[in-house]
C-alpha cells in the first residue's frame, strides 16, 4: 500500500495539489556501511528510485544555492543538516520522478528529521533496510573510496561515527520498536550482502523453496 503525499506536493508546487501515492523505503546504517551500493543493486532489480539524502546535499552545494556554504560545513563536521532543508529536498525529487517507489538513503538521521519528514509528508516507510556493520569494517572501506568526498578523512569519520551512534542509531530503534526494521548483517561480501538484500524485497509468493 502506497502512502498520499499531499503535502509534499502541495509544499514543491506552491498552490498546486496533486495526489500522488508513493511507497517509501528508508535505507539507514552507519557511514560507509554499504547503503548506496546496495540501493544502486536495489533499483537495477526492483525498479525503486534512488533518492541519497547526501547526494541531493552535495548537489545543492554545487548548485550555488544560498545554503550551499552552510551545508558544505555541515558536512565536512559530520553535523546534520537542518531537516527543512533536507525535506524540501527529498519533496522536490519526489514530486519530480515519475515513479512512484522510493529509497530514502542515509535520511532521517536523527529524530527531529523522523518526525518533521513525518508530519509535513504525511510519509511513512514501508520498512526500515538497515545496514549492521562494525565501525572498523565502515573505517576501513570509507578511507579507501576514492571518490573524492571532503569528509572521508579520519577526523571527519570520527565525528561522523558519534553522530550516528548519538543520534541515528536511535531512530533505528524506533523503527524497531514497530516491527519495520529489516536487518542486514553489511559486514560480509558485496554479493553476499545482495542475497539478504533480495530476500527483503522478494515477496513470499515469489520465493522459490531451496
Ligand atoms: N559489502 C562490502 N564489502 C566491501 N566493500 C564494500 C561493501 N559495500 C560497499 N563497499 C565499499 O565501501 C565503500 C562505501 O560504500 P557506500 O558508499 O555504498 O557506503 P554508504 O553506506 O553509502 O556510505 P555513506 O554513508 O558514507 O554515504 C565504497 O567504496 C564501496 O565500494
Ligand atoms: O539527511 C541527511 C543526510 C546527510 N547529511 C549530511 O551529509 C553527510 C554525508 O551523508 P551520506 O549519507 O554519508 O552521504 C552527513 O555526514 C551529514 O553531514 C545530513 O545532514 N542529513
Ligand atoms: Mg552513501
Do not use: W
Not at 516507510?125 to 573524492?148: A, H, I, T, W, Y
Amino acid at each position: 500500500m502506497g502512502t498520499v503525499v499531499d503535502a509534499a506536493i502541495k509544499v514543491a508546487n506552491g498552490s498546486a495539489h496533486t495526489n500522488k501515492k508513493v511507497t517509501v523505503v528508508f535505507v539507514l546504517g552507519g557511514p560507509g556501511s554499504g547503503k548506496g551500493t546496495q540501493c544502486s543493486n536495489i533499483v537495477e532489480h526492483f525498479g525503486y528510485t534512488h533518492l541519497s539524502a547526501g547526494d541531493l546535499l552535495r548537489a545543492e552545494i554545487k548548485s550555488g544555492s544560498e545554503n550551499g556554504t552552510m551545508i558544505q560545513n555541515m558536512i565536512k563536521e559530520g553535523k546534520i543538516v537542518p531537516s527543512e532543508v533536507t525535506i524540501k529536498l527529498l519533496q522536490r525529487a519526489i514530486q519530480e520522478n515519475g515513479n512512484d517507489k522510493f529509497l530514502i538513503d542515509g535520511f532521517p538521521r536523527n529524530e527531529e528529521n523522523r518526525a518533521a519528514f513525518e508530519s509535513v509528508t504525511g510519509i511513512e516507510p514501508e520498512f526500515v533496510l538497515f545496514f549492521d556493520c562494525p565501525e572498523e569494517e565502515m573505517e576501513k572501506r570509507l578511507l579507501s573510496r576514492n571518490q573524492g568526498r571532503e569528509d572521508d578523512n579520519i577526523e571527519t569519520i570520527r565525528k561522523r561515527f558519534k553522530v550516528y551512534m548519538e543520534s541515528s542509531l536511535p531512530v533505528i530503534d524506533y523503527y524497531k520498536a514497530k516491527g519495520k526494521v529489516r536487518k542486514i548483517d553489511a559486514a560480509r561480501p558485496i554479493e553476499e550482502v545482495f542475497k539478504a538484500v533480495k530476500a527483503v524485497f522478494t515477496p513470499e509468493s515469489e520465493k522459490v523453496a531451496a
